[in-house]
């Protein structure tokens, strides 16, 4: 039973445009959301978090928006760059950290 | 800087083989983690370790076992492996704001 779910395997956007990951979750009780960054041959790395009391943050061209009534969060990239390809998990915590399958994205120069 | 390292990188192993998956850091974190990456199912908790001496399981844990003996390592042991177990393989701690770090991946494969 997935709690965390990222329907869309995949997502391919110019360079330069917006790109958006989106990520649902079932358990109402996660309070922590985040998004990790995958390159091939390398761990998960952090990309940017968003506590349950805010609906918005920032970091740079990383905006995480959350929904809580919709259990719903996404992640957008403007403007996107090649260098963004990876693919990206989406992650919600209780306590106990929950990932989506993550969504690969590649961004066409 | 290190942060978390895995050994080994790759391996094959015949069904029925033991194997230690190692992991260690260098950040001092009392929270440990293994975790396996599988297509279409993202990653999963196999066993934690919250501090030095205690472990826990995760939602996938039968057939690995973990020990923490100390703060810096936190192996995982496969008893006797099965094609099921083919996966790759993250170690990953965590600190206190409970963001993971996590080391570069064992890729598995069980024949």
């Known amino acids: 039973d997935q709690q965390v779910k990222q329907n869309s395997p995949s997502l391919s956007v110019q360079e330069g445009r917006i790109s958006i990951l989106n990520c649902d979750y079932t358990n109402s009780m996660f309070d922590y959301f985040l998004w990790y960054k995958k390159y091939p041959a390398e761990g998960p790395t952090f990309l940017i978090s968003i506590s349950s009391i805010k609906d918005k943050n920032e970091d740079g061209r990383f905006t995480v928006f959350l929904n809580k009534s919709a259990k719903h969060l996404s992640l957008h990239i403007v403007p996107s760059q090649p260098g963004d390809s990876a693919v990206y998990f989406c992650a919600a915590s209780d306590g106990d950290m929950r990932f989506g399958a993550g969504t690969r994205l590649t961004v066409k120069p | ?111």
Request: charged share 15%; with cysteine; glycine share 10%.
């Open chain 2, 1 to 111: 800087i290190a942060g978390i390292t895995q050994a080994p990188t790759s391996q094959i192993l015949a069904a029925g083989r033991r194997m230690t998956l190692r992991c260690t850091q260098d950040m001092r974190h009392n929270a440990m983690y293994w975790y396996r990456q599988d297509l279409g199912l993202g990653l999963r908790l196999i066993h934690y370790s919250n501090t030095a001496g205690t472990t826990g399981k995760g939602e996938v844990p039968d057939g690995y076992s973990v020990s923490r003996a100390n703060t810096d390592d936190f192996p995982l042991t496969l008893a006797s492996a099965v094609p099921s177990q083919t996966s790759v393989y993250f170690c990953a701690s965590s600190d206190s704001g409970g963001k993971l770090f996590f080391g570069s991946g064992t890729q598995l494969s069980v024949l």
